[in-house]
C-alpha cells in the first residue's frame, strides 16, 4: 500500500512551496496570485528510514526499494468553493482520493505575499477551508439520503439503518463541526463508505512559519495547537521556506543547516512520520542479497496480510512467517548470526506484524 496525502489550504500559504521540496522538484507553479495550481500537482517521494539505509549496509542487497507516499498538491481553496467559487467544486472532488489530508495553515507575515483575505488570521483560515469541506459532505449525504428514503418504503432494515447513520452525520456537520469528530460504531461507518467523506479524513495542520520561528512556533501556532488539541488533530510547525533551502544542500550541508537552526531533522522528514503515526502505519522489510525492500502495512496486520502486500498469492498460501527484530538484525549483522543467538523467530497466522520486523514468508502457491 502506498500513502496518498492531499495538500489543501487557502491561496499563499506556501502549499506548492512545500509540494516542490518535498518531491524536489520545481514541477508546482510556486506564484504570488490565487489558483497558480490549475490542475493537482501529484509526486511521488521515498519515505527516509534509517533502517533500511542500515540494511543496505548490512546486506549488501542489487537494490534497495524504500516505500513511498504520494502527494497531491490541491489548487487553493477560496470562501465558496462548494459552491464552485475558484474552480472549487474540480479541487474538492481531488481531495477525495486521498487517504489523509495535510492543511497548510499561513502561520508567518510578509508584506510581499499578498493574503488572499487581506491579513494574517490562520483560525480564520483554517475555518474557512474546513466550512467548505462540510458544506461539500453536507451536499453528498442530502442527496443519498434522499434516495434512501425513496427505497425506506420497502421497509428494508439496511436501508432503515442507513437513513438513521446519514441523520446522524447530517446533524452533525450542521453544527460546524467534521465527521471524523462524531463518535459512532464501526458498523455504521459501512452505510457512508461509498460517500468518502472528506472531513472524516485525518487531517494533519502544517504551519508554515518564518525562518526564526522554525524551531518553537509563534504566537499564531499556539491558536491552531489550541483547537488542533479540541479535535484529536496533529500539528507540524514547518517552515517551507527553509525546506526549499535544506532541499538544495548535499547531505553533510544539511546536518550542519539543520544544527546551525536547533533542528535535529527536516520538516521532511517529519511530517512524512507524523502521516504514518496519523494513519496509524507500520514498515516491516524483506531483506535478501537480491532486495532490500520496506513495505508499508496498517497498525496490527496479521503476518498473512502482510504478505498479501507483497503478493496476494503470499496470503492465500501462507504457512508461516519467519521473523528477525530488527534491533536484533542491525546488532547482530545478518540473518545467520540471529539464527545461531536464537533471535529469529518462526509466527504462524495469528502473529501481529511489529513495525520493523524483518519477514521471511513460507507459503505454498
Same mark, same amino acid.
Given at each position: 500500500?502506498?500513502?496518498k496525502?492531499?495538500i489543501?489550504?487557502?491561496?499563499?500559504?506556501?502549499?506548492?512551496?512545500?509540494?516542490?521540496?518535498?518531491?524536489?522538484?520545481?514541477?508546482?507553479?510556486?506564484?504570488n496570485?490565487?489558483?497558480c495550481?490549475?490542475?493537482?500537482?501529484?509526486?511521488?517521494?521515498?519515505?527516509?528510514?534509517?533502517?533500511?539505509?542500515?540494511?543496505?549496509?548490512?546486506?549488501?542487497?542489487?537494490?534497495v526499494?524504500?516505500t513511498t507516499?504520494?502527494?497531491?498538491d490541491?489548487?487553493?481553496?477560496?470562501?465558496?468553493?462548494?459552491?464552485?467559487?475558484?474552480?472549487?467544486?474540480?479541487?474538492?472532488?481531488?481531495?477525495?482520493?486521498?487517504?489523509?489530508?495535510?492543511?497548510?495553515?499561513?502561520?508567518?507575515?510578509?508584506?510581499?505575499?499578498?493574503?488572499?483575505?487581506?491579513?494574517?488570521?490562520?483560525?480564520?483560515? $483554517?475555518?474557512? &477551508?474546513?466550512?467548505? +469541506?462540510?458544506?461539500?459532505? =453536507? #451536499?453528498?449525504? @442530502?442527496?443519498? !439520503?434522499?434516495?434512501?428514503?425513496?427505497?425506506?418504503?420497502?421497509?428494508?432494515?439496511?436501508?432503515?439503518?442507513?437513513?438513521?447513520?446519514?441523520?446522524?452525520? $447530517?446533524?452533525? &456537520?450542521?453544527q460546524? +463541526?467534521?465527521?471524523?469528530? =462524531? #463518535?459512532?460504531? @464501526?458498523?455504521? !461507518?459501512?452505510?457512508?463508505?461509498?460517500?468518502?467523506?472528506?472531513?472524516?479524513?485525518?487531517?494533519?495542520?502544517a504551519?508554515?512559519v518564518?525562518?526564526?520561528?522554525?524551531?518553537?512556533?509563534?504566537?499564531?501556532?499556539?491558536?491552531?495547537?489550541?483547537?488542533a488539541? @479540541?479535535?484529536?488533530?496533529?500539528?507540524?510547525?514547518?517552515?517551507?521556506?527553509?525546506e526549499?533551502?535544506?532541499?538544495?544542500?548535499?547531505?553533510?550541508?544539511?546536518?550542519?543547516?539543520?544544527?546551525?537552526?536547533?533542528?535535529?531533522?527536516?520538516?521532511?522528514?517529519?511530517?512524512?512520520?507524523?502521516?504514518?503515526?496519523?494513519?496509524?502505519?507500520?514498515?516491516?522489510?524483506?531483506?535478501?542479497?537480491?532486495?532490500?525492500r520496506?513495505w508499508?502495512?496498517?497498525?496490527?496486520?496479521?503476518?498473512?496480510?502482510?504478505?498479501g502486500v507483497?503478493?496476494s498469492?503470499?496470503?492465500?498460501?501462507?504457512?508461516?512467517?519467519?521473523?528477525?527484530?530488527?534491533?536484533?538484525?542491525?546488532?547482530?549483522?545478518?540473518?545467520?548470526?540471529?539464527?545461531?543467538?536464537?533471535k529469529?523467530?518462526?509466527?504462524?497466522?495469528?502473529?501481529?506484524?511489529?513495525?520493523?520486523?524483518?519477514?521471511?514468508?513460507?507459503?505454498?502457491?
Amino acid at each position: 500500500m502506498s500513502l496518498k496525502c492531499g495538500i489543501v489550504g487557502l491561496p499563499n500559504v506556501g502549499k506548492s512551496t512545500l509540494f516542490n521540496t518535498l518531491t524536489k522538484a520545481i514541477n508546482a507553479q510556486a506564484a504570488n496570485f490565487p489558483f497558480c495550481t490549475i490542475e493537482p500537482n501529484v509526486g511521488v517521494i521515498t519515505v527516509p528510514d534509517a533502517r533500511l539505509r542500515k540494511l543496505e549496509e548490512l546486506v549488501k542487497p542489487q537494490k534497495v526499494i524504500p516505500t513511498t507516499v504520494e502527494l497531491v498538491d490541491i489548487a487553493g481553496l477560496v470562501k465558496g468553493a462548494s459552491k464552485g467559487e475558484g474552480l472549487g467544486n474540480q479541487f474538492l472532488g481531488n481531495i477525495r482520493g486521498v487517504d489523509a489530508i495535510v492543511h497548510v495553515v499561513r502561520c508567518f507575515e510578509d508584506d510581499n505575499v499578498v493574503h488572499v483575505d487581506g491579513s494574517v488570521n490562520p483560525v480564520r483560515d $483554517k475555518e474557512v &477551508i474546513d466550512t467548505e +469541506l462540510q458544506l461539500k459532505d =453536507l #451536499e453528498s449525504i @442530502e442527496k443519498k !439520503l434522499e434516495k434512501s428514503r425513496k427505497a425506506a418504503k420497502s421497509n428494508d432494515k439496511e436501508v432503515l439503518k442507513t437513513i438513521e447513520v446519514l441523520e446522524k452525520f $447530517k446533524g452533525h &456537520i450542521e453544527q460546524g +463541526l467534521s465527521a471524523r469528530s =462524531l #463518535e459512532v460504531d @464501526e458498523d455504521d !461507518l459501512k452505510h457512508i463508505e461509498d460517500l468518502n467523506l472528506l472531513t472524516i479524513k485525518p487531517v494533519l495542520y502544517a504551519c508554515n512559519v518564518s525562518e526564526s520561528d522554525a524551531k518553537e512556533g509563534n504566537a499564531y501556532v499556539e491558536q491552531i495547537r489550541k483547537i488542533a488539541a @479540541e479535535e484529536g488533530a496533529q500539528v507540524l510547525v514547518i517552515s517551507a521556506k527553509i525546506e526549499s533551502e535544506i532541499v538544495q544542500l548535499d547531505a553533510e550541508e544539511q546536518e550542519m543547516f539543520l544544527e546551525d537552526l536547533g533542528l535535529t531533522e527536516s520538516g521532511m522528514d517529519r511530517l512524512i512520520a507524523a502521516s504514518y503515526k496519523l494513519l496509524a502505519l507500520d514498515t516491516y522489510f524483506t531483506a535478501g542479497v537480491k532486495e532490500v525492500r520496506a513495505w508499508t502495512i496498517q497498525k496490527g496486520t496479521k503476518a498473512p496480510q502482510a504478505a498479501g502486500v507483497i503478493h496476494s498469492d503470499f496470503e492465500k498460501g501462507f504457512i508461516r512467517a519467519e521473523v528477525i527484530a530488527y534491533d536484533d538484525f542491525a546488532e547482530l549483522g545478518s540473518e545467520a548470526a540471529c539464527r545461531d543467538k536464537g533471535k529469529l523467530r518462526v509466527e504462524g497466522k495469528e502473529y501481529v506484524v511489529k513495525d520493523g520486523d524483518i519477514l521471511h514468508f513460507r507459503f505454498n502457491v
